[in-house]
């Protein structure tokens, strides 16, 4: 089945700690993407790849910082930097291009003590 | 103010009741979607629209262009149909790519 897989689904870390979330798609999408949702907000854009070895911040990039050292892959840190770190990620993926769906993971919970 | 704002935040309703979800944006848009959201927070995207009306199932979701505005209609509700439903759209600057911007969703509760 394809799909997009996030690891693990709850995660708890102390402050100050670097964490680093995983997402993974075996849809062959150039593109992936990780957003942050807050209670009663939409998701915001954290950072995104259109290919390999390339990435954009988003409109909340402060703090984080991701990877695409493969197509299947698309890791993002969480840093001591990131103010208020605990939220919802949610990864997603597509053709790259305009006018392509979006896939969404499952999203993984982030609480940060 | 928010490019893209949902109506109304929260809804809830009997089964069986026809609910409609309001989405109006500021911005020039080449493409609206409609996702779906569980409490165990998975995303399901529910429509692409550009133009005109969608139907699959039991959810109808229109769009008018002219008015920035568009509808997600589900007809003879059911309690499965409990979720968060977010407008999130594409807008139509090339710079822009495949992003999205989305609304604050709808929390819809059916009560059996």
Known sequence: DGGITQSPKYLFRKEGQNVTLSCEQNLNHDAMYWYRQDPGQGLRLIYYSQIVNDFQKGDIAEG???????????????????KNPTAFYLCASSIAGRGYEQYFGPGTRLTVT | KNEVEQSPQ????????FITINC?????????????????GGIVSLFMLSSGKKKH????????????????????????DSAVYICAVRLRVEAAGNKLTFGGGTRVLVKP
């Open chain 1, 64 to 82: 984080y910082s991701v990877s695409r050292e493969k197509k299947e892959s698309f890791p993002l840190t969480v840093t001591s930097a990131q």
């Open chain 2, 10 to 17: 929260n809804l809830t309703a009997q089964e069986g009741e």
């Open chain 2, 24 to 40: 109006s944006y500021s911005v020039g848009i080449s493409a609206l979607h409609w996702l779906q959201q569980h409490p165990g």
């Open chain 2, 57 to 80: 199932g039991r959810l109808i979701a229109t769009i008018n262009i002219q008015e920035k505005h568009s509808s997600l209609h589900i007809t003879a509700s059911h309690p499965r």
